[in-house]
């Protein structure tokens, strides 16, 4: 395996990176005059108990903005075929949440329909992370649609995994 001393460039990091598959989300949350939301596939659970999770987002997020602003957000985990879904929120610009259906969760931040789960989570802590910011956040209520398959993120592209059998 070719090891490099010096750092790597990002393109080089985003290539090795993509080798690991990952879930892809929607994180939303409530902005001072609107919903905001984003795609997000650097999710993860930090902590069973406390129940804790985190994602990242760049600096520049008009979604930074809103979480800082509520304190709160949701985290949709997207399934299988809902791949058009992933793209909008991934799209430049605010999103239009006319053409996603979602409804309102206990926090206010929207939850996207048909998701395979949920988590609604209040802000504990932010760390600056190169050219993301960390967001963490405890876990103030989740759910779950066990007979639906997840959405994947592998390579730059989105798959789609089968269900359990």
């Given at each position: 395996?070719k ?6 460039d990002?393109?080089r990091m ?7 598959t990952?879930?892809?989300t929607?994180v ?6 609107c919903?905001?939301g984003?795609?997000?596939n ?6 069973l108990?406390?129940p804790r999770?985190?994602?990242c ?8 903005s809103a979480?800082r ?8 985990i997207?399934s299988r ?7 909008h929120?991934?799209?430049p610009?605010?999103v239009d949440?006319?053409?996603?259906s ?11 329909d048909?998701?395979?789960?949920f ?11 190169g050219d993301h910011?960390?967001v963490m956040?405890a876990v103030t209520?989740?759910?779950t649609?066990d007979?639906?398959a ?8 989105l798959t ?6």
């Amino acid at each position: 395996m070719k090891q490099s001393a010096i750092p790597p460039d990002p393109t080089r990091m985003r290539q090795v990176c993509g080798l690991f598959t990952t879930g892809v989300t929607v994180v939303t949350s409530n902005g001072p005059t609107c919903w905001a939301g984003a795609t997000v596939n650097s999710f993860t659970s930090v902590s069973l108990t406390p129940p804790r999770v985190l994602f990242c987002l760049r600096h520049d997020s008009s979604l930074l903005s809103a979480v800082r602003h509520s304190g709160s957000f949701a985290v949709s985990i997207l399934s299988r075929g809902q791949g058009d879904i992933a793209r909008h929120f991934a799209a430049p610009g605010r999103v239009d949440f006319t053409r996603v259906s979602c409804r309102p969760g206990t926090g206010g931040a929207p939850l996207v329909d048909g998701a395979l789960g949920f988590l609604e989570c209040a802000v504990t802590d932010e760390v600056s992370g190169g050219d993301h910011q960390i967001v963490m956040g405890a876990v103030t209520g989740l759910g779950t649609e066990d007979k639906l398959a997840p959405l994947a993120f592998y390579r730059g592209a989105l798959t789609e995994l089968a269900a359990e059998s």
